[in-house]
């Protein structure tokens, strides 16, 4: 029996009737099934207010803390107490994921590529999915696209904690998430410290299956304490950042890309009505496009426009328009969405990342090398590599993988990023700054570019190079099927170049990187940029008051001329390098714009006055020595000689040519001397056909080992030529067939004319020579 006196306000018998209570509950098992006792007039009310309370059974409170249950009051306890409570009610299981939108599109091959991660899973340990990308990109839409379905897996639970990493207000604490999270599976008292919270956590969720999304994670650190324990749950980690730390917890790694064209075109069209879309579907690509496949933006623009429905598609295309102004497009409300999420994700970057981001925000390449962005950032290789492995963690920095011929790995931002980017440097870089980055890269592709055609045309003459900030070192070279490979992959970056520079006037980089691109030019043709190329670097070099800038870019974009069929302008160019090269004393470049006039006068269909131009051109070549020039001219003196139905004498201008363009190592050129002494083994007063075969196949090895796609389709060309003279149809059509293919991609005159052709292959003609060879 226990008999207690309780008066209003007595805390000391208060205490002492809990501990008799739990005193006869520890003697008699049986005495209480359940005991809730909360006890009273522990602070200090008044006793009329402690009366009330205790009568109406409110929360109370003992030593500060806010009580609530049975309340038992009484002046004495005889005999035994009992008090029958109901449990506390168990909490829902959670299910915290975020909403799915209506318009969720694609993204079939991700959630395809999730969910073979999560089944693939082997061992007893939770797996870890760490789903990473570019702000606004939908990575949390994605999970929760991914995992909403999979609620029957998780009959305890899924969960989902946002921990802020990119707030502006800082990365939540791992002591915070875990506290919700412990709340959340019922938990409602955890311990105070983080290792012990996290204790409590694994131990809680042992024998459970949920499923865990923590969201806008910045780093391994912040995840930990969160895992859960036992092996039937899944956490997925959502990030801008790669994490790559949780590998050593046996984490996978999914990165999400933009969407592409049409998918993009399909949200928009969701978004703002598909009867609207259709009034202007070119308006709503464009749309599209500007969006750079960035769900966030597609969004963004497409709440404008359904917030306007008033105004056309069109209009809003127009405002998105102009590159600098992009950003302020996605703005809603005043608040600039996209500009936000990337405001917070460059946010968090150290000083020196900071930095090399908004330099690489300025570049006027979309795809850069590690070496490259060295050069622009100047900062060594090393250094850079650190830089852009943590602008890849960021999610801020795309990594293309090695080109499938260079091998080079390269580095690209995207659309919306590197505006951000330009944006920063325009607010935190002066405009001396910024142009210095861009002009550091110019002269790294000079110095490189030069190295290239160096290796590539190692008689050529080598004109001067003028460097603002000459680079350390150039890109190196093993071999010159290297080089080419590298012209081939950087052509367009070589060419955007040449435009700034003229843009800038930056005159001496651009005429020099358009001389450095002439191997570039030759082997693979690509005429419109050839042309174009030494239209800007022609008055870059005048500009410049570069005498021999001139005559290059006059004979060399001569050549181009002819080659793009505008023989009217290539006359007119060779005319110009002939009088400044006579003006100025200059024998060489008289040899060179004659050379090219006869070229020029060859394609037309003037070969009196093309082998008249050509011997002159010899006749200077022979007297200053210059042996190479001899060979070239001797090429097309044999050409001339083989349409003009003198095939020995073309043979022998041609052998000759061959063996001194091999003593000169010029193999490209003297591949072409072999393909013409070929052709003019099958002229009909000579017939020697099978020799002729063996010529052209040895020239078509020789092209494809120094990369000439357009040479190797023109001596296809000429194999079919030659079948077809010996009355072998099928053998020409082969032939034509493969060449047409080559052509194709680079030519499309050449590919108009190898069209017809094949349609007159069951006719047994053909001219002897077909095209002349051109050469630059």
């Known amino acids: 029996m226990v008999s207690i006196e309780l008066e209003p306000g007595d805390r000391k018998n208060a205490i002492a009737f809990a501990e008799a209570l739990l005193a006869r509950a520890r003697a008699q098992p049986g005495f209480l099934a359940v005991l809730r006792v909360w006890l009273l ?4 009310f008044s006793e009329a207010e402690d009366s009330n309370r205790q009568a109406s059974g409110s929360a109370n409170a003992i030593d500060g803390s806010v009580l609530s249950g049975t309340v038992i009051q009484t002046r004495e306890i005889r005999g035994n107490v009992q008090v029958r409570t109901e449990p506390p009610p168990r909490p829902p299981v959670p299910r ?10 694609d993204r079939d091959s991700d959630l395809a590529a999730l969910e073979r991660i999560r089944v693939g899973h082997r061992g007893e340990s939770t797996p870890i999915v760490v789903v990473t990308g570019p702000a606004g990109v939908g990575k949390t839409v994605l999970v ?8 029957p897996s998780f009959p305890d639970g899924q969960l989902y904690a946002d921990l802020t990493g990119y707030s502006l207000s800082g990365a939540q604490r791992p002591s915070d998430a875990l506290g919700r999270l412990l709340r959340s599976m019922g938990c409602q008292q955890a311990p105070a410290e983080l290792a012990e919270m996290a204790a409590l956590w694994r131990s809680l969720t042992a024998e459970k299956r949920v499923a865990l999304v923590l969201d806008n994670a910045i780093s391994a650190a912040q995840v930990r304490p ?15 950042r790669r994490l790559a730390g949780l590998g050593v917890d046996g984490a996978a790694f999914h990165s999400l890309d933009v969407l592409g064209p049409e998918e993009s075109v399909e949200l928009l069209n969701r978004r703002i009505g598909d009867r609207r879309a259709e009034d202007d579907p070119a308006s709503v690509r464009r749309v599209a496009t500007m969006c750079a496949g960035l769900p966030l933006a597609v969004c963004v623009a497409a709440a404008r426009m359904a917030a306007r429905p008033q105004q056309s598609i069109a209009a809003v295309a127009g405002a998105m328009t102009a590159r600098t102004q992009r950003l302020d497009s996605f703005r809603l409300e005043g608040d600039q969405v996209v500009e936000s999420a990337l405001d917070e994700s460059y946010q968090v970057l150290t000083p020196d990342v900071a930095c090399a981001y908004r330099r690489l925000g300025v570049l006027p390449v979309d795809v850069f090398g590690i070496q490259a962005a060295a050069a622009a950032c100047a900062a060594d290789v090393q250094t850079m590599r650190g830089l852009l492995e943590e602008l890849i963690e960021a999610s801020l920095l795309e990594e ?24 920063r440097a325009a607010r935190e870089e002066t405009e001396a700054a910024s142009a210095d980055t861009v002009r550091r890269l110019a002269d790294w592709y000079l110095s490189t570019a030069t190295a290239a055609r160096t290796l590539l045309a190692p008689s050529h003459r080598r004109l001067r190079r003028d460097y603002v900030f000459p680079p350390a070192a150039a890109l190196g070279f093993e071999e010159a099927g290297r080089a080419l490979d590298w012209m081939n992959s950087e052509g367009p970056n070589l060419m955007q170049l040449v435009r700034l520079s003229a843009e800038r006037g930056w005159d001496a980089t651009c005429w020099q990187l358009v ?41 060399t974009g001569g050549s181009g001329m002819y ?29 060179q714009a004659l050379h090219g006039l006869g070229q020029t006068h060859r394609l037309a269909g003037g070969l009196k006055r093309a082998a008249l131009l050509f011997t002159e051109s010899l006749d200077i070549r022979s007297a200053i020595g210059y042996r190479r020039g001899e060979a070239l001219t001797r090429i097309c003196l044999g050409d001339v000689a083989l349409a003009a139905d003198r095939p020995d004498q073309a043979r022998q201008y041609l052998s000759q040519a061959r063996t001194e363009l091999l003593a000169v190592q010029d193999t490209y050129d003297a591949a072409r001397a072999l393909a013409f002494l070929g052709r003019a083994c099958a002229h009909p007063s000579v017939r020697e056909y099978q020799e002729a075969v063996r010529l052209l196949n040895t020239a078509l090895g020789e092209f494809r080992a120094v990369g000439s796609v357009h040479w190797q389709a023109h001596v296809l060309e000429m194999l079919g030529q030659t079948a077809q003279e010996q009355q072998e149809t099928e053998a020409a059509r082969r032939h034509f067939l493969d060449s047409l293919a080559l052509y194709e991609p680079v030519s499309p005159s050449d590919a108009r ?19 002349p060879g051109p050469e630059a």
């Open 144 to 151: 929760s696209r991914w995992l909403n379905p999979l609620a």
């Open 400 to 423: 293309l993988g090695p080109h499938p011929t260079t091998g080079r790995v390269g580095y690209r931002l995207h659309d919306l990023i590197r505006l951000h980017a330009a944006q």
């Open 41 to 44: 007039q522990c602070q200090r």
């Open 226 to 240: 969160l895992l859960p324990g036992g092996g039937e749950s899944l956490v997925v980690v959502v990030s801008r």
């Open 753 to 771: 004319r190898l069209r017809k052709r094949l349609g007159a292959t069951s006719r047994q003609a053909g001219g002897l020579t077909g095209p």
């Open 515 to 555: 001389d450095a691109m002439q191997p570039w030019f030759l082997r693979t043709r690509p005429y419109d940029l050839w042309v174009e190329s030494h239209q800007l670097g022609l008055a870059a070099a005048r500009r410049a008051g570069h005498p021999d800038g001139v005559s290059r870019m006059l004979t």
């Open 96 to 105: 915290q994921l975020l909403p799915i939108p209506a318009d969720f599109v």
């Open 563 to 591: 080659n793009a069929g505008r023989l009217d302008d290539a006359l007119d160019w060779f005319g110009q390098a002939l009088e400044d090269a006579r003006s100025r004393g200059d024998r060489r470049a008289e040899a």
